[in-house]
């Protein structure tokens, strides 16, 4: 059973920075891509950033790049977000997900595994 457990989620004003954490069980996590997706009240889930297994590629969404790092420690089993300069539009609950592919995916369908989410709320 695969578990992916967020955190570092809060109330941080416009311009702060958060990072959040997403521990892994349940799969090698080594082997397999790894995203981070949002949904805000009233909108769809979006695609945010995703890894490969090694780390070695990432893509983001546009409205992210240049503040947003997504990272990960294999050897911790954890994948991380990194967000600077927020934006009261980045307000969302932010959700980690695991994909079956080596190479990273921004489509929501490809993730068969999500964590609960964490609350990241800026404030203006």
């Known amino acids: 059973q695969v578990q992916l457990v967020e955190s570092g989620g809060g109330l941080v004003q416009a311009g702060g920075s958060l990072r959040l954490s997403c521990a892994a069980s349940?799969?090698?996590?080594?082997?397999?891509?790894m995203g981070w997706f949002r949904q805000a009240p009233g909108k769809e889930r979006e695609f945010v950033a995703t890894?490969?297994?090694?780390?070695?590629?990432?893509y983001y969404a546009d409205s992210v790049k240049g503040r947003f790092t997504i990272s990960r420690d294999n050897a911790k089993d954890t994948v991380y977000l990194q967000m600077n300069s927020l934006k009261p539009e980045d307000t969302a609950v932010y959700y980690c997900?695991?994909?079956?592919?080596?190479?990273?995916?921004?489509?929501?369908?490809?993730?068969?595994?999500w964590g609960q989410g964490t609350q990241v709320t800026v404030s203006a």
């Open positions: 349940g799969r090698t996590f080594s082997s397999y891509s």
């Open positions: 997900a695991s994909t079956s592919y080596k190479l990273p995916r921004r489509q929501i369908t490809a993730y068969d595994y």
């Open positions: 890894i490969s297994a090694s780390g070695s590629t990432v």
